[in-house]
């Protein structure tokens, strides 16, 4: 969340804020509850002066030995009254914490101003858009072809947006999980985790799934726990509540889980295939580090990322996201884009974003520095690292060939065992 004290002295730059990132978010009613607190501080700080009067004057009248009853017993009243404000400020305090919790970070100076995706930045490409003597078939039925993807029996456990991975297709797609994590761990310097899948409230709280995205969550009713949608979720929470050593900066984290989704405002978008689905396969990578360095660390990560399809090759692009596009708690948002040949377009495989202190303070995240002592919140940042499902279809558009099979990139030999081309009857 912001700095409620940044809020409250730069009012008319976080509407500015909430303009250009197209958020409709009236900030009159925590106006109104501050002008409320600062009321009732203003009560408590001369009662307080006024009690401390009463105290002179009990210890002239206690000098003089005169009788201080009637003046103790004010101060009394007094106090009492000014315990009542106090609760009075802590319970306003509490309500200007839950507006905050739906304000927006703010966007960086370098962020592209824009409604939309129209106003992205296509930052660089990279890698030969394949070419096809024949017409590029969809991945699904490519891989329904292949027998490597089940739609209609997922659907028939599970129903829309799953699917069931078979045969040489869920190889694949434990390949890619392995390969990203021994790419990210060796040679990126990232550590390997595996996070709980189901966390609680405070944990969606601390990264701003909650309470802004409740209906995109999958919640379990009867334990009050939630099914994370990214692992970020659970790697970041990792040190939530937790004061760090400045030395131990940076911390980088990196995490395959199942990632689980409601897709509440994406009907009737990406309906075929695995594109958009409610649950997927994601490897993650989390960073916390030293404000000062954040972003720098922004753009080790997007190189981190794209190392991957780089090693792949797949072709992509790297786009800087406008102030419309970029995300709840993001103050600068890379977007890694793979093209897709069937669609003759880049699809989001991953996304790179700086989250600055937002997510520590709500978290409450910080380190000491090792000179001074001060406290001060670490900055965090996340990216995909990548999607898995994702890629699994960019390799079979990109790799297919004019007889159906897929030719398995050169990198993921290894894992294959010496089969290098998916094929109907493999």
């Known amino acids: 969340m912001l700095d409620i004290k940044f809020v409250r002295e730069n009012i008319e730059t976080v509407k500015e804020n909430l303009k250009n990132r197209g958020t409709k978010l009236s900030l009159d009613e925590f106006l ?7 009321k009732v501080l203003r009560e408590v700080e001369q009662l307080k002066f006024l009690r401390n009067n009463i105290s002179d004057e009990v210890a002239k009248l206690k000098y003089e030995g005169k009788d201080i009853k009637d003046k103790i017993s004010e101060a009394q009243k007094i106090s009492q009254k000014i315990k009542e404000y106090e609760i009075e400020v802590n319970a306003i305090e509490e309500e200007s914490q839950k507006i905050l919790l739906y304000i927006p970070n703010m966007v960086d100076i370098s962020v592209p ?7 992205n930045v296509e930052v660089r490409k990279w890698g030969d858009l394949p070419k096809f003597d024949f017409s590029p078939l ?10 490597i993807l089940d739609f209609k029996r997922a659907a028939k456990m599970s129903g829309s947006r799953f699917v069931l991975y078979k045969n040489l297709g869920a190889k694949l797609e434990r390949v890619l999980i392995n390969f990203m994590l021994d790419l990210h761990t060796k040679e990126h310097g990232y550590k390997e985790m595996i996070p709980p899948l189901m966390v609680n409230a405070d944990a969606m709280n601390a990264t701003g799934q909650l309470p802004k995205f409740r209906d995109e969550l999958f919640k379990c009713e009867d334990d009050d726990l939630y099914l994370i949608p990214t692992a970020e979720v659970s790697l970041t929470n990792i040190h939530r509540e937790e004061i760090l050593k400045e030395e131990d900066l940076p911390l980088y984290y990196t995490a395959w889980t199942p990632c689980f989704r409601r897709e509440a405002g994406s009907y009737g978008r990406d309906v075929r295939g695995i594109i958009r689905q409610h649950q997927f396969n994601k490897v993650e990578m989390v960073k916390f580090v030293k404000p000062e360095n954040s972003y720098d660390e922004l ?3 997007v190189l981190n990322a794209e190392k991957v399809l780089q090693l792949l ?16 708690a993001a103050a600068k948002t890379y977007d890694i884009e ?9 699809c989001e495989i991953s996304s790179c974003g700086n989250f600055t202190d937002f997510q520590a303070r709500r978290a409450n995240i910080k380190f000491r520095r090792s000179k001074t002592s001060k406290l001060e919140y670490v900055h965090t940042l996340n ?4 999607a898995i499902g994702r890629t699994f279809l960019a390799i079979l558009e990109n790799y297919q060939c004019k007889d159906g099979s897929v030719v398995i990139p050169e990198i993921l030999r290894p ?11 493999k």
Do not use: C
């Not at 793979?338 to 880049?346: A, K, M």
């Open 32 to 38: 109104t509850v501050d002008e409320k607190r600062r």
């Open 383 to 386: 990216g995909s690292g990548l």
């Open 113 to 119: 101003m824009g409604k939309d995706d129209k106003e």
């Open 415 to 425: 894992y294959f065992d010496g089969i290098e081309k998916i094929t109907a009857n």
């Open 299 to 301: 753009e080790k990560l």
């Open 338 to 346: 793979v093209w897709l040949p069937s669609q003759n377009r880049f």
């Open 138 to 147: 969809p991945h699904w039925d490519i891989a329904e072809n292949l027998d």
């Open 313 to 328: 090759k797949l072709p992509y692009r790297i786009v800087l996201l406008s102030s419309g596009e970029i995300g709840f």
